[in-house]
Every structure is written in structure tokens, then in C-alpha cells.
């Protein structure tokens, strides 16, 4: 179970890797979430955990299901995978029909309501990996809309980086983020929180296995 959390002025982000039985067939899903102020975390139904499956990273190239792909990190992420053509297979999945026009309204963007489950059927029919982002409107000063790729990422663990000046971060690096978990074993089973050092302090991030490695708490 994933429990809530208490409010927050900053944002944090967990990765949870969970196995789930999903259109009778066990699916390895990476689950992704943003949590911003004091916006809960959903409780989630219990799941199956398979030892047997194989790491992800030895699958290419993966359909992955975007949710939350109409929101402003879920676009930069759905637009990230379809440029790795060669690695990724991507679907989104937003709630309106105007959502899915914003991100191009292409055939791989599935309308539908997790309220509703046999109106997102076909989205996760087939699919090897699942991004969930859900989100809130942060305050100045979490979610940053600048270039990604140009700052040193930090992961933290139990809010430890609310007693940190380093609570911000940008969007597209939590986009990467999202993605380069889908590779590494690393990060498997693992929560983190995660922000980014001020943009020319420190080295910007290109080793995403060493930075999994820093990560030591399990959900």
C-alpha cells in the first residue's frame, strides 16, 4: 500500500516498481508520481510481485503507457519517448479529447477515465511499462518550466531535502528521470525524492545508473 503523505512546500517524486496483474497478464509497471503540497498520494489495491520477471531493460523495444500525458511534465515525457522511437513504443493517456489534440492527437493517445475501467481497456492493452503522473498546480518554486540536462539531480530519501535550500526542479529533468528508471535495476523497488542544484553549481547529470546507486530506501 502506498500511504499519504503530510503537506509539502516542495514537491517530491517517487518511483515505485510494482508488479500488478492487469487484462490477465502480469505487467511490470514503473510507477511514477508527483506529489506536489498537500496533494495526497492514492491508495493503491494490493499486487503481485513476480522474481521471475525480467529486468525491463533487457526488453526492446517497450510499449509505455503515459497516464496523465495531457499535464505539463506528462507531455515533456510522452514527446521524450516518442523521439526514442528505436527503445520505446508510446501511448498516452489523457482524460479529455481536448487534452489529446493539445499533444498532437495522434492514434497512440487513448481517451479515458481510471473511474471507468473498461474506457481505458485499450490503452493498457499490450503494454510493458507504465509512467502515472499525477500532479497539482505547485507553488512558485518547485516545478520549474526550463532546459533540462544542464543541472546535478539529488535524491533524497523520508522528505530529508525539505531541510535542504535544494527544493526545485525542472520539469524536463523529471521527465528523463521517469525514463532512464525504466533501464536501470537500480532503481527497482526503490522510493526516492528527488530535486535538482541550482543551474552552474555542481555537474550536470549524465550518469543515471550512479545516481539509482545513491538511492537505499525501499517502499
Same mark, same amino acid.
Given at each position: 500500500?502506498?500511504?499519504?503523505?503530510?503537506?509539502?512546500?516542495?514537491?517530491? /517524486?517517487?518511483?515505485?516498481?510494482?508488479?500488478v !496483474?492487469?487484462?490477465s497478464?502480469?505487467?511490470?509497471?514503473?510507477?511514477?508520481?508527483?506529489?506536489?503540497?498537500?496533494?495526497?498520494?492514492?491508495?493503491h489495491?494490493?499486487?503481485?510481485?513476480?522474481?521471475?520477471?525480467?529486468?525491463?531493460?533487457?526488453?526492446?523495444?517497450?510499449?509505455?503507457?503515459? @497516464?496523465?500525458?495531457?499535464?505539463?511534465t506528462?507531455?515533456?515525457?510522452?514527446? !521524450?519517448?516518442?523521439?526514442? $522511437?528505436?527503445?520505446?513504443?508510446?501511448?498516452?493517456?489523457?482524460?479529455?479529447?481536448e487534452?489529446?489534440?493539445?499533444?498532437?492527437?495522434?492514434?497512440?493517445?487513448?481517451?479515458?477515465?481510471?473511474?471507468?475501467?473498461?474506457?481505458? &481497456?485499450?490503452?493498457? $492493452?499490450?503494454?510493458?511499462?507504465?509512467?502515472?503522473?499525477?500532479?497539482?498546480?505547485?507553488q512558485?518554486?518547485?516545478?520549474?518550466?526550463?532546459?533540462?540536462?544542464?543541472?546535478?539531480?539529488?535524491?533524497?530519501?523520508?522528505?530529508?531535502?525539505?531541510?535542504?535550500? @535544494?527544493?526545485? /526542479?525542472p520539469?524536463?529533468?523529471?521527465?528523463?528521470?521517469c525514463?532512464?528508471?525504466?533501464?536501470?535495476?537500480?532503481?527497482?523497488?526503490?522510493a526516492?525524492?528527488?530535486?535538482?542544484?541550482?543551474?552552474?553549481?555542481?555537474t550536470? &547529470?549524465k550518469?543515471?545508473?550512479?545516481?539509482?546507486?545513491? /538511492?537505499?530506501?525501499?517502499?
Amino acid at each position: 500500500m502506498c500511504p499519504s503523505r503530510h503537506s509539502l512546500s516542495h514537491i517530491y /517524486i517517487e518511483f515505485l516498481f510494482l508488479l500488478v !496483474k492487469t487484462l490477465s497478464r502480469n505487467i511490470y509497471f514503473p510507477f511514477f508520481y508527483i506529489s506536489l503540497l498537500s496533494v495526497p498520494i492514492s491508495t493503491h489495491s494490493q499486487y503481485q510481485l513476480d522474481s521471475t520477471v525480467a529486468s525491463m531493460a533487457d526488453l526492446s523495444p517497450r510499449t509505455v503507457l503515459v @497516464t496523465g500525458s495531457g499535464g505539463r511534465t506528462g507531455q515533456i515525457v510522452y514527446k !521524450k519517448l516518442k523521439e526514442r $522511437q528505436n527503445q520505446y513504443v508510446t501511448r498516452g493517456l489523457v482524460r479529455t479529447e481536448e487534452s489529446k489534440q493539445k499533444i498532437g492527437g495522434a492514434n497512440d493517445v487513448f481517451v479515458g477515465d481510471i473511474r471507468d475501467a473498461e474506457s481505458i &481497456t485499450p490503452a493498457f $492493452q499490450g503494454i510493458d511499462a507504465l509512467i502515472i503522473l499525477t500532479s497539482a498546480v505547485p507553488q512558485p518554486g518547485g516545478l520549474l518550466d526550463k532546459e533540462g540536462g544542464i543541472r546535478e539531480l539529488i535524491v533524497g530519501k523520508d522528505d530529508e531535502l525539505l531541510q535542504t535550500e @535544494t527544493k526545485t /526542479i525542472p520539469r524536463a529533468d523529471v521527465a528523463e528521470v521517469c525514463i532512464q528508471a525504466l533501464n536501470f535495476e537500480e532503481v527497482q523497488f526503490k522510493a526516492f525524492d528527488l530535486a535538482s542544484k541550482p543551474e552552474g553549481v555542481g555537474t550536470p &547529470t549524465k550518469d543515471f545508473k550512479a545516481l539509482f546507486s545513491n /538511492i537505499t530506501a525501499r517502499f
